[in-house]
């Protein structure tokens, strides 16, 4: 990912002439660096773990026609995201999470030959079982778990609480007896997704460790044998220093010992989201006006948190690159600031559009362009688009450049 290569790219085909002169604003994708991606993340992982991408991240078509033949296949979370995997492809593996599942996405989910059903609830389990055996299918499912414990570094969580997520893990005895006797349904093992953004492949492993006891423990006392161990997302990528990423060898270094120590028989899956799509894409923005108000900088961008939301709904500054302009087209001076902390607005008219605050610049003027790293995962996908009608961005996939 060369965000300086893309940038010249953009403005190269605006300076000859085949795109409106409009002011920089553009996601751009870089697909061969995502597949080389997705080739290292998996080829690292021992043999008994498979890798699926969960595209919620980035559903763009491009994206998961790229990640098509170098992943296992897909997590889904709607009708609608199976529907988007479908259209690229009729047969690749999808497994399907989601605590509100209707029951027109369960039969959706039939209908589209989805390989696992992560229930998350007994009602969940309830219907499905209904549904397929109205249909005379037995859907393969993964029990949701949300285990009572799990460390608290990640950004996000989803277990280790109470949540709306998946089925307290003193309810699953309860659930592991219901499933026996419910003919439609068909239990292929666990499921847990617990939390987001751990940057330490440490606990990571712990978390992992601690999700095969819970298996074991349930395989042995009621004498199951699960095929499956999916052990969700949640892998980190790290804004406050692109540089520093989780250590995904080291972390397959301890996996493969962990797995050569306890030899468990299910395969493990991986789903993962941000770590996979998040240093595929970044989001350029021209600089439309530079000002100092009371004594701060801001510079206003063409774009902002209506095209990515990353930054606002995280409440964090998102890493950027500048990328200079020579250019200066007006016979008036071009507004900069110099050696100085400056404040990254957006278009929108409200104080909450700031994509970075107070960040120490050596140089920002109107015409230069801000482009945001690691912004291939939700960032336009989770964004609100049209709030105040401004133009969205172009989104350029770019494959080999
Ligand atoms: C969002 C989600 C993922 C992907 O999470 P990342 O943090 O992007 O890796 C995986 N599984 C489930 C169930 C999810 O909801």
């Not at 219907?127 to 005379?136: E, Y």
């Not at 468990?264 to 989001?283: K, M, Q, S, T």
């Not at 016979?331 to 400056?342: E, L």
Request: charged fraction near 20%.
């Amino acid at each position: 990912m060369n965000p300086q290569r893309l940038y010249d790219y953009l403005h190269g085909r605006a300076q000859s002439g085949s795109a409106d002169i409009q002011p920089v604003c553009a996601y751009v994708y870089d697909l061969a660096h995502l597949r080389r991606r997705a080739d290292i993340l998996r080829c690292s992982l021992p043999a008994q773990c498979q890798l699926f991408y969960a595209i919620k991240a980035n559903s763009d078509e491009p994206v998961l026609k790229t990640l098509l033949n170098h992943t296992d296949g897909f997590e889904v979370a709607s009708l609608g995201e199976i529907q988007r995997v479908r259209a690229v492809d009729s047969a690749v593996p999808i497994v399907f999470g989601g605590p509100g599942k209707s029951d027109i996405e369960l039969e959706g989910a039939l209908d589209q030959r989805i390989m696992l059903i992560h229930v998350e609830s007994e009602h969940q389990l309830r219907r499905l079982d209904w549904i397929a055996q109205c249909r005379h299918e037995v859907a393969d499912v993964l029990l949701r778990v949300n285990p009572a414990h799990v460390p608290q570094e990640a950004t996000l969580h989803m277990g280790g609480q109470a949540t709306q997520f998946g089925i307290e893990e003193a309810q699953i005895p309860d659930l592991l007896r219901l499933i026996q006797i419910l003919p439609g349904v068909r239990l292929k093992g666990l499921h847990i997704h617990a939390i987001s953004n751990n940057l330490d492949p440490d606990t990571h492993l712990a978390l992992i460790a601690h999700y095969f006891d819970l298996a074991e423990a349930w395989q042995r006392h009621y004498g199951l044998k699960f095929d499956w161990l999916n052990v969700g997302g949640g892998i980190g990528v790290n804004y406050a220093d692109p540089g520093s990423s989780f250590d995904w060898e080291n972390f397959c270094a301890g996996l493969s010992a962990l797995i050569a120590a306890r030899q468990p028989e299910f395969r493990i899956v991986f789903e993962c989201g941000r770590f996979l799509a998040a240093d595929c894409g970044c989001y350029m923005s021209e600089v439309i006006d530079v000002k100092t108000t009371y004594g701060k900088h801001f510079a206003i961008l063409r774009g902002g948190s209506h095209h990515f939301r990353l930054p606002v709904s995280w409440q964090h500054n998102h890493p950027f690159i500048i990328l200079e302009r020579e250019s200066w087209p007006y016979p008036f001076p071009r507004p900069a600031v110099h050696d100085a902390p400056v404040t990254l607005c957006g278009e929108l008219c409200t104080p909450k559009d700031i994509l970075a605050r107070d960040v120490r610049i050596k140089q920002l003027r109107a015409g230069d362009c801000v482009a945001f790293l690691l912004a291939g995962a939700y960032g336009w996908h989770i964004s609100h688009h049209d709030f105040l009608s401004h133009l969205h961005p172009e989104r350029v996939f770019l494959d080999n450049c």
